[in-house]
C-alpha cells in the first residue's frame, strides 16, 4: 500500500511544494478531513472510486473532487457512457488504488485507472488537502499544482451531461 512517505519522496523528486500534516486524530476516510482539520470541505479533495459497467464488461473508475461536492453516479455514468456505476467495494478499491479504502490520495495512481478530476479543483491556488493513504496524516498542497500532477482527465462535473456525450480518453500505447 501507498502512503505519506511514498507521496512525500515522489512530489520532492518533482520539486513540488507541499506539506505532510499531521492529524490531531485519526481517520477513517476522506469526509473526515474537514472535521479533523476545521477546514472548508470546499478546500478538501477526496478520491471516489466507481465501478462502471459498460459494453466491453466492469472495471474500476476514479474520480477526484472536492469533499463538500462530491461525485454523483449518475453523472459519472453520463460522462463514461456507462450502464451501470455504483461505489466501489472496499476490496476494489484497494486493488484498484493500492491506497486504504476512504484514504485515497489522487497522486501516484496507476496509469490503467480510469481517473476523472473535477474541473473546479484547478481552477484555484488556494491550498487543498488530501488524504495520503494513512489514518494519521494528509497532505497540504496548492489545488491548481494537484490538478497538474493527477494523471486523469480534467472534466465538468457540476454540469449534468446526457449518457449520450461520454468523454474520451485517448487510447493507451
Avoid at 88 to 114: H, I, K, M, Q
Avoid at 144 to 157: A, E, P, R
Wanted: charged share 20%; aromatic share 4%.
Amino acid at each position: 500500500m501507498k502512503d505519506a512517505l511514498a507521496i512525500h519522496r515522489w512530489l520532492l523528486a518533482h520539486q513540488i511544494h507541499h506539506e505532510i500534516v499531521r492529524l490531531p486524530r485519526a481517520m477513517t476516510c476522506a469526509d473526515e478531513l474537514p472535521e479533523v482539520l476545521s477546514a472548508s470541505p470546499a478546500t478538501c479533495v477526496e478520491v471516489t472510486v466507481f465501478e462502471v459497467t459498460t459494453r466491453i464488461g466492469r472495471e474500476p473508475a476514479a474520480v477526484v473532487a472536492s469533499v463538500g461536492s462530491p461525485p454523483r453516479p449518475d453523472m459519472i455514468g453520463g460522462i463514461l457512457g456507462a450502464r451501470r456505476v455504483r461505489p466501489a467495494s472496499a476490496f476494489t478499491v484497494n486493488s484498484a488504488t493500492d491506497y486504504a479504502s476512504g484514504l485515497v490520495c489522487p497522486l501516484l495512481l496507476p496509469r490503467e485507472l480510469t481517473v476523472l478530476v473535477d474541473e473546479r479543483l484547478g481552477a484555484t491556488s488556494e491550498l487543498v488537502y488530501t488524504p495520503t493513504g494513512e489514518r494519521r496524516t494528509a497532505l497540504l498542497i496548492r489545488g491548481d499544482h494537484l490538478v497538474t500532477l493527477i494523471s486523469g482527465k480534467t472534466v465538468d462535473l457540476a454540469r449534468p451531461r446526457s449518457r449520450r456525450e461520454p468523454v474520451t480518453f485517448p487510447l493507451a500505447g
